[in-house]
C-alpha cells in the first residue's frame, strides 16, 4: 500500500488534534490478524492520537476508528480487494473463513463484521487518495471520465474527417442485480458512485410517457389465468427495492452511465434519461444501439423533455444486431445495423456482454444494504472499464482482421453475381429498397373485410350448429324407439341427450343472433350461400389467415431455437465455472428438445394447410427451416404467396438475396476500416498524452507532497504495462497488408497539445527518482523488442 494513504489518512481528519501539543507514547494491547499470522501486539501511540495512525504506521488498519480490536494488515485487504474485482462472486464471508482456516482460528459472524468494517474504511482511503490523484493530473471537472475514459472514442484530433454517427453506444437493462427492501435498514450510509445517475435524476422523465389503461376480458378463463399469474409475479417482485440495473456503454465496452430500476420493470425513463445525459455530455451525432430502438424511437419523439434536444443532437436509434434478427423484415431494414451507414461491424450487443460479468455481482449483493449494494457495483464497474482499456488494442486489431477478411471473401462473390446478372452496385441498393417498398405497402385489412370474415365464419358456426342440433334431434329419436333398455339407464341417457339437445340449441339461437347482427351492419339483404361469390372470396382470405398464423408459429419456434442455440454455444459460458455452464447447457438442450417436438408438430399442420391452398403452398421440410437464420425468410414466405407476382423480382431469389446480405457485409466492412483508423491514432496519441500528463502532475507535486508523487508512479506504472501491449499491437495493425491509416500520432483539441504540456518532459522529472523515472517513463521501447513483441501477439492472435 503506497505511503499516501497514511497521509491522506492523517490529513482527513482520522487523527484527533490535540490543543496542548503534549505528545507521549501510551501503549494499547490487542490481538491482530494481518497477511501470515495472527498474535498479540503491542502499538505505542502518541497520546490523544487515534489508533488507526499508529497502526497505519505499521501497515494495519483497524476495525473501527476509535478502539479496534482486531487490525489487519494492508497486504491482506489489497489481496481481497484485488480478488473481489477480479472475481465478484467472492463474498466477505467464505474469504474469512478462510483466513481463519489458515491461521487456525474458529469462525465467528463478528469476524466477518470486523472485517467488513475494515475493507469498507480501505476502500474509503482508497477513494481519496485517487481523488487527489485526480485533482493533480486535472482531471476532476464534472464528466471528465464519460469524456475521457475511452480515448478512440472521445480523444478528437486535429484535421480528422467527420463521421456519422460520431461516436457508437448501447443501452439497455437487466434485473438480476436486485436488492431486497429490507435488507440493510441499519446502516443510513449512503454510496456517492460517479457511474450512477442519482434517482431525482431519473424520475424527471417518469411522466414522460403515459401508461395504457389496461382491459381484462370477463368471459376468458385463459387471461384471468394470466392476469392471476401477473399478479402473483408482482407480489414476489415486491421484496425487492431494486429491481435491477439499466447501463449505457461505448461501442468499446466502456460503461458511460447506469442507474437503478427501483420497483419497476424496464421502464421508459430509464433509457430516457441515459440519451439525455449522453447528449448532454457528448453532444450530437450520436448512434444509440438497443434492443427495442425501433419502437424507442417513437417513445423520444412523443417526449416533451427529449424530442426537441435529440431531434437537434441527430441522435440516431437502432437495433442491436442480434436481437433484430428477431425483428421483422421491415423494421429491420430500416433499424438494423447493416442497413445503415457509419456503423461498420459493430453489433452493439455489448450489454450482453456487460451484463454476463456483472451477473456474477449479483449474488453477494441481494441482501446488501443501499451503500454495499452500489459500492460492489462500482467496484466492478472500476475494474471492468480497467480491463476494456487493456483489451483496446485487441479489440482494434481483430475488428481490423474481421474487416480486411470480409472485404476479401465477399468481393469476390458480390463480383460474380454482378457479372452474371450485369448489374452494378446501386442494383443491391434498389432491391433493398423494392423491397421495403413492397412490404410497406402491405397493410391491415380495411374494416368491412374483418366484417365479412367475421360474417363467413359465424355463417359456418351456425351451420355447425344445426348440423349438431341434427345429430342431437337423430339420437333422441333413436333411443326413444328402444325399448330393450333397462329404466335407469334409459332415463341417465334421456337426461345427457335432453341436456346436449338444449346446449346445440341455445348454440343455435346465439349464432343466428350473430349472423342477423353482422348482415345489419353490412346491410345484407340475401343472405350469403357457399355458392355466393363473396364467400368463396371471404373463405379464401381465411384459409390465408390461418395458414399465414400457422407460419408465424413455425417462425417462433425457430426463432426460440436460433436463441437458445446461440446460448447453448456462447464461448462467454466457461466464465461463469465448469458447474454453472454445465447446468445452463443442460436446461438449455433440454428446451431444444421441446422445442424440436413443438416445431415438427407445426410444420406437420402448416404443410397440411399449404397442400389445401389454391394454388398449392410450398412445403416446409426439417432441414430447410432448421437452416432458415433471419425472420427475412418467413417474411418472404409469407408475401411471396399471398402476392405471386413478386416472384418475378430478383431480390425474391433465395441465391441473389444471399449475395445481397454480403454486399451490405462488405459495404460495412468498407465503413469500418475509416473508423478503425481514426480510433488507431486516437489511442496512440493517448498513450504519449497521458504519459505527458503524468510527467507534469509529478514534477508539480514532487516539492510540496512527494507522497503523492509517489503514488501518481505507482498509478502510471500500471497504465505503462498496458501501452506497452497497446504500442506494439497497434505496431502490428500498421503492418497489416491492407492497412490505410496514417503512422502518425495526431494533435489532439483537448487536454492541450502534446509538447506543451506545462513545459515539462519526461527528462525533467529527474529530481523526483532516477530509477523510477527510468522504470516508468521510458516508453520508447527498444525496435527490436517492439518487433518480436509484434510478431508474437500476431501469431496468438
Not at 140 to 168: A, F, G, I, V
Not at 204 to 213: G, L, Q
Request: contains cysteine; positive net charge; glycine residues 4%.
Amino acid at each position: 500500500m503506497p505511503t499516501a494513504v497514511l497521509s491522506s489518512l492523517i490529513e482527513n481528519g482520522f487523527a484527533l488534534k490535540t490543543n496542548t501539543g503534549q505528545r507521549r507514547w501510551i501503549p494499547s494491547w490487542m490481538p491482530i490478524c494481518f497477511g501470515n499470522t495472527t498474535s498479540d501486539f503491542a502499538q505505542n501511540g502518541w497520546i490523544n492520537e487515534l489508533a488507526n495512525v499508529a497502526l497505519l504506521h505499521r501497515g494495519l488498519l483497524g476495525c473501527s476508528p476509535l478502539y479496534p480490536e482486531v487490525a489487519y494488515s494492508l497486504d491482506l485487504l489489497e489481496f481481497y480487494h484485488r480478488l473481489r474485482r477480479r472475481h465478484p462472486r467472492l463474498g466477505i464471508q467464505p474469504f474469512v473463513q478462510a483466513v481463519c482456516d489458515i491461521h487456525d482460528v474458529n469462525y465467528t459472524g463478528t469476524q466477518r463484521r470486523q472485517f467488513s468494517a475494515a475493507f469498507d474504511a480501505y476502500l474509503a482511503i482508497l477513494r481519496r487518495v485517487n481523488a487527489r490523484c485526480e485533482v493533480a493530473l486535472r482531471r476532476n471537472e464534472e464528466h471528465w471520465r464519460m469524456r475521457n475514459s475511452c480515448p478512440p472514442c472521445t480523444l478528437q484530433l486535429q484535421d480528422e474527417p467527420p463521421m456519422k454517427p460520431e461516436r457508437l453506444f448501447a443501452m439497455d437493462g437487466n434485473n438480476s442485480a436486485k436488492r431486497v427492501a429490507t435488507a440493510g435498514r441499519e446502516d443510513p450510509r449512503s454510496f456517492k458512485s460517479d457511474y450512477f445517475l442519482p434517482r431525482h435524476v431519473v424520475d424527471r422523465f417518469k411522466d414522460e410517457v403515459k401508461r395504457k389503461s389496461q382491459t381484462r376480458s370477463k368471459t376468458s378463463s385463459s387471461a384471468d389465468d394470466n392476469a392471476s399469474a401477473a399478479e402473483h409475479e408482482k407480489r414476489a417482485l415486491n421484496i425487492y427495492k431494486t429491481t435491477g440495473i439499466f447501463v449505457c456503454a461505448c461501442r468499446h465496452g466502456f460503461v458511460q452511465k447506469a442507474c437503478e430500476m427501483v420497483r419497476s420493470g424496464e421502464l421508459a425513463k430509464y433509457p430516457l434519461v441515459h440519451v439525455d445525459h449522453v447528449i448532454d455530455v457528448h453532444g450530437q451525432d450520436t448512434g444509440c444501439g438497443y434492443d427495442i430502438g425501433c419502437s424507442f424511437k417513437e417513445t423520444v419523439n412523443k417526449s416533451p423533455l427529449l424530442h426537441m434536444k435529440a431531434l437537434a443532437a441527430a441522435i440516431q436509434f437502432v437495433v442491436c444486431a442480434f436481437h433484430g434478427y428477431a425483428h421483422n423484415r421491415l423494421c429491420q431494414l430500416a433499424n438494423h445495423p447493416l442497413y445503415l451507414t457509419g456503423y461498420g461491424i459493430e453489433d452493439l450487443e455489448g450489454m450482453e456482454r456487460l451484463f454476463s460479468a456483472s451477473n456474477n455481482v449479483a449474488r453477494v449483493i441481494r441482501y446488501a444494504s443501499p451503500f454495499h449494494w452500489m459500492q460492489s457495483l462500482d467496484l466492478h464497474f472500476t475494474q471492468w472499464d480497467e480491463d476494456k482499456y487493456s483489451e483496446l488494442s485487441n479489440f482494434l486489431l481483430n475488428n481490423y482482421k474481421q474487416s480486411l477478411r470480409i472485404i476479401a471473401e465477399n468481393t469476390v462473390e458480390v463480383e460474380q453475381l454482378k457479372a452474371e446478372l450485369k448489374i452494378d452496385d446501386s442494383a443491391f441498393k434498389t432491391w433493398l429498397e423494392e423491397e421495403k417498398t413492397f412490404l410497406s405497402a402491405l397493410r391491415e385489412p380495411p374494416e368491412e373485410q374483418v366484417l365479412e370474415t367475421a360474417y363467413v365464419q359465424a355463417l359456418i358456426t351456425c351451420q355447425q350448429a344445426q348440423d349438431k342440433l341434427e345429430r342431437v334431434r337423430h339420437e333422441w329419436v333413436v333411443v326413444s324407439n328402444n325399448d330393450d333398455l333397462d329404466y335407469g339407464a334409459d332415463a341417465r341417457r334421456t337426461r345427457r341427450i335432453e341436456a346436449a339437445r338444449r346446449s346445440a340449441f341455445d348454440e343455435l339461437a346465439l349464432a343466428i343472433q350473430a349472423v342477423g347482427d353482422l348482415e345489419a351492419k353490412l346491410e345484407i339483404d340475401q343472405p350469403w350461400t357457399p355458392a355466393h361469390p363473396r364467400y368463396q372470396e371471404t373463405l379464401s382470405r381465411i384459409r390465408h389467415r390461418e395458414f399465414h398464423c400457422t407460419l408465424d408459429k413455425v417462425q417462433q419456434l425457430v426463432m426460440q431455437r436460433l436463441f437458445e442455440l446461440s446460448k447453448a454455444n456462447m464461448s462467454g459460458m466457461a466464465h461463469h465455472g465448469a458447474s454453472a455452464g454445465y447446468k445452463m447447457r443442460t436446461s438449455i438442450w433440454k428446451g431444444l428438445k421441446v422445442r424440436a417436438k413443438a416445431l415438427r408438430t407445426a410444420l406437420k399442420k402448416y404443410n397440411k394447410l399449404a397442400a389445401e391452398m389454391q394454388p398449392p403452398a410450398p412445403e416446409l421440410h426439417w432441414k430447410d427451416v432448421v437452416n432458415y437464420t433471419f425472420v427475412s425468410e418467413f417474411d418472404l414466405l409469407r408475401s411471396t404467396y399471398a402476392h405471386r407476382d413478386i416472384l418475378k423480382s430478383p431480390w425474391t431469389i433465395p441465391r441473389n438475396r444471399e449475395v445481397a446480405a454480403k454486399y451490405f457485409k462488405l459495404l460495412s466492412a468498407q465503413d469500418e476500416i475509416p473508423r478503425l483508423n481514426r480510433e488507431i491514432r486516437r489511442l496512440d496519441t493517448s498513450i504519449k498524452l497521458e504519459r505527458r500528463e503524468y510527467a507534469r502532475a509529478i514534477k508539480d507535486t514532487t516539492p510540496d507532497n512527494p507522497l503523492l508523487a509517489a503514488e501518481l508512479c505507482a498509478q502510471y506504472q500500471t497504465r505503462r504495462r498496458f501501452h506497452q501491449i497497446h504500442t506494439a499491437r497497434i505496431a502490428t495493425i500498421r503492418s497489416l497488408p491492407g492497412y490505410s491509416g496514417s503512422l502518425e500520432r495526431g494533435k489532439p483539441l483537448q487536454r492541450g497539445p502534446l509538447d506543451e504540456l506545462g513545459g515539462h518532459s519526461a527528462g525533467g522529472m529527474a529530481s523526483v527518482d532516477a530509477d523510477a523515472v527510468d522504470d516508468v517513463f521510458n516508453d520508447e521501447v527498444d525496435n527490436l523488442d517492439l518487433v518480436r513483441l509484434a510478431k508474437f501477439l500476431e501469431r496468438t492472435t
